[in-house]
Nanobody, 122 residues
Framework: VQLVESGGGLVQPGGSLRLSCAAS????????MAWFRQAPGKEREFVAA????????YYADSVKGRFTISRDNAKNTLYLQMNSLKSEDTAVYYC????????????????WGQGTQVTVSS
């Protein structure tokens, strides 16, 4: 299984970015997926999750209304549209394939990408 994130970068507060996660090596459409993030000195935290069909989506309170998770199963790609970015959104963002348990903790995921840096600063 390989998950490769892209789309990170430097953006000003209030700006937008769209992250992508390209999946290979498994049947992408069979698995629920999620985005996590990790800021320097902090634990990795849940951002958003989406079921295999895209029919259900879940968000951390801190990003609800600003971020949108989506997927294109035909392209084996997961997305995270991030709007109204704040300095506290600065982190390395990771995509992950859900395996068991709860969406909201790291332990529920088996496969992870290498991460992409998002920096929100003026």
């Amino acid at each position: 299984v390989q998950l490769v994130e892209s789309g990170g970068g430097l953006v000003q507060p209030g700006g937008s970015l769209r992250l992508s996660c390209a999946a290979s090596g498994r049947t992408f459409s069979s698995y629920d997926m999620a985005w996590f993030r990790q800021a320097p000195g902090k634990e990795r935290e849940f951002v958003a999750a989406i079921t295999w069909s895209g029919g259900n989506r879940y968000y951390a309170d801190s990003v609800k209304g600003r971020f949108t998770i989506s997927r294109d199963n035909a392209k084996n790609t997961l997305y995270l549209q991030m709007n109204s970015l704040k300095s506290e959104d600065t982190a390395v963002y990771y995509c992950a394939e859900f395996r068991t348990g709860t969406y909201y903790t790291v332990s529920g995921y088996k496969y992870w990408g290498q991460g992409t840096q998002v920096t929100v600063s003026s």
